[in-house]
């Protein structure tokens, strides 16, 4: 049974884990991963208020993390949620994850929208994005310097 919770620093390494090996199977493989960088960014996400790190384990084994935070749009008076990384290593633990992150977004930080990336593990998200209430606008497009 695939359980959810807030992540502590005791999960910072199994999070890392999990972040590499989806790193190695993505668009972004040919770039290093920054192993201390990203045990920076997880351990701000469980220690500081605006931003958040969720687990999914089973059996006490993580099997999948989301990592966002909360700010203010700064040309509105909105506050927003984002997430900055979501990994599943299995069926059901994605759409679970979500489901934790709506519920700190809205109901722990208050905010008025939530924006997720059009990624998800690196497959597109959107069907799962729409299965659980979210709607598609727009998009994001990308474009890599050119090597020399």
């Not at 790193?23 to 201390?36: D, V």
């Not at 999914?56 to 993390?65: L, P, R």
């Not at 989301?66 to 008076?77: N, V, W």
Request: aromatic share 8%; proline share 2%.
């Amino acid at each position: 049974m695939i359980e959810i919770r807030r992540a502590t620093l005791d999960d910072v390494d199994a999070i890392v884990a999990i972040g590499q090996r989806a790193h190695s199977l993505s668009a972004n493989a040919k770039y290093p991963f920054a192993e201390g960088r990203a045990k920076i960014l997880i351990a701000s996400c469980v220690c500081r208020h605006e931003m958040c790190a969720i687990i999914a384990s089973i059996d006490t084994k993580v099997v999948g993390f989301l990592l966002g935070h909360a700010d203010r749009y700064p040309y509105i008076d909105m506050q927003f949620a984002t997430d900055l990384a979501i990994v599943s290593e299995v069926p059901g633990a994605g759409r679970k994850l979500l489901k934790a992150f709506e519920a700190w977004a809205f109901g722990v930080v208050g905010v008025d929208q939530i924006i997720l990336g059009a990624v998800y593990g690196g497959r597109d998200s959107t069907a799962l994005y729409t299965r659980i209430g979210f709607k598609h606008v727009g998009g994001m497009f990308t474009k890599n310097r050119r090597s020399a």
